[in-house]
C-alpha cells in the first residue's frame, strides 16, 4: 500500500502562484518504483490529467491546459529524506481553481500518454485550490 499526502493548497489571486506537496508513505514503499502524478477536478466536471513524472524524474509529461505554466517535480527520498512529489503552479486562472490530487502507480503499470484515471492505483485525499479574479 502506498499513502499520499497532499498540502499546499489555499486561495491565491489570479496570476499567483502557490506550490502543492505530497509525501508519499508505505511499509514497503520505494518510492523510485513509482510513477507519480497530479489529477485535479472542478466542480461539475470530471477529473482531469494535469502531469506525471518517472521514478528518475528525467521524463515529465503535462497537459497542454499547465504547460508552461505548472512543473511537476520529485524527491525519491535519498539520504533518508522524505518521498515528495511537487507541483509548482504558476500564473494561476480562475480556470485552475480544483481539488488537485496527487497519484501513484508502479512503473510496470504506466502507460505514456494515457492520461485517464485507470492507471492510477493510489490516490491522496486532495487539496484545494482556489484562484479568485
Known amino acids: 500500500q502506498v499513502q499520499l499526502v497532499e498540502s499546499g493548497g489555499g486561495l491565491v489571486q489570479a496570476g499567483g502562484s502557490l506550490r502543492l506537496s505530497c509525501e508519499a508513505s508505505?511499509?514497503?514503499?520505494?518510492?523510485?518504483?513509482?510513477?507519480m502524478g497530479w489529477f485535479r477536478q472542478a466542480p461539475g466536471k470530471e477529473r482531469e490529467f494535469v502531469a506525471a513524472?518517472?521514478?528518475?524524474?528525467?521524463?515529465?509529461?503535462?497537459?497542454?491546459s499547465v504547460k508552461g505554466r505548472f512543473t511537476i517535480s520529485r524527491d525519491n527520498g535519498n539520504n533518508n529524506a522524505k518521498n515528495m512529489v511537487y507541483l509548482q503552479m504558476n500564473s494561476l486562472t480562475p480556470e485552475d481553481t480544483a481539488v488537485y490530487y496527487c497519484?501513484?502507480?508502479?512503473?510496470?503499470?504506466?502507460?505514456?500518454?494515457?492520461?485517464?484515471?485507470?492507471?492510477?492505483?493510489?490516490w491522496g485525499q486532495g487539496t484545494q485550490v482556489t484562484v479568485s479574479s
Open positions: 497519484v501513484a502507480t508502479h512503473l510496470l503499470r504506466y502507460r505514456v500518454g494515457d492520461t485517464t484515471t485507470t492507471q492510477w492505483a493510489y
Open positions: 508505505g511499509r514497503t514503499l520505494t518510492l523510485s518504483n513509482y510513477v
Open positions: 513524472i518517472t521514478r528518475s524524474g528525467g521524463s515529465t509529461q503535462h497537459a497542454d
